[in-house]
């Protein structure tokens, strides 16, 4: 109210759907949008959902990603699948090794989380996987991808809860130079052509050799990835303030 009396423009960074699934923080986004000037939202799927609950200026700005771009890497026959994210998404990471056993079982599995997620993920794993876990950090992120030869990130999507997640770990993976196999949610839609969907009858044969979709993260690298790094990101923020 301050803001609006003083004409100083509000900025609602949106980057978690509280207004159409309700959390403790629902109320507060709700009575916060009769002052906001603009919202700025991580997806094109987020800014569709928002603009259907609230009628002012929207733009997309996507989230940045926090590592460089690395060469791509050979099959290293090390069969060894990466997961890395939020703890709230382990979930999907058991059911995806419970549903692919028999596809994955030449693989052993690193999971880069925090510790609430290791100790959730040793709790349920019903898998016989061989698994090494790990305490997120970017360094981590980093060591770990050398030695895998592929990047796992399954969802549901299904589940509205995921209908605006953005596309950082998908644009990590790739900028990692990893063969990605993910679930395609609405925010992935828009890149399906550079990972193969889990659901894919290709699966198989991308995890017998994973070097069959190097032009996929190639062409990612070269078309996509870049649209994600900080600087041209922090470019779209500065328009966005100046105006």
């Not at 800014?47 to 997309?60: L, Y």
Request: aromatic share 10%.
């Amino acid at each position: 109210k301050i803001c609006n009396f003083s004409r100083v423009k509000v900025i609602l960074d949106y980057t978690d759907n509280h207004l159409m699934i309700k959390s403790p923080m629902t109320s507060f986004y709700k009575s916060i949008l009769p002052y906001i000037n603009l919202i700025i939202t991580p997806s094109d799927k987020m800014t569709s959902i928002v603009s259907d609950i609230w009628k002012g200026p929207i733009k997309t700005i996507n989230d940045s990603i926090e590592v460089e771009i690395n060469e791509w890497k050979e099959h290293k026959s090390s069969h060894r699948m990466m997961w890395f994210g939020h703890p709230t998404n382990i979930i999907y990471l058991l059911s995806f090794l419970n549903k692919y056993q028999n596809i994955i079982k030449p693989y052993s599995l690193s999971i880069i989380t925090d510790q609430i997620g290791i100790d959730y993920f040793k709790k349920n794993n019903q898998s016989k996987i061989n698994v090494d876990a790990h305490l997120w950090s970017i360094e981590t992120l980093l060591d770990v991808s050398k030695s895998s030869d592929i990047c796992i990130i399954p969802s549901d999507k299904t589940n509205p809860k995921k209908q605006g997640a953005g596309h950082n770990r998908l644009i990590t993976a790739l900028a990692l130079g990893m063969p990605v196999v993910a679930t395609t949610i609405a925010s992935y839609e828009q890149f399906k052509h550079y990972f193969i969907d889990e659901e894919s009858t290709k699966i198989a044969d991308v995890f017998n050799n994973p070097n069959i979709i190097m032009d996929k993260v190639l062409l990612a690298q070269k078309k996509v990835v870049p649209l994600f790094n900080k600087n041209n990101l922090s470019k779209k923020w500065q328009r966005v303030f100046s105006k």
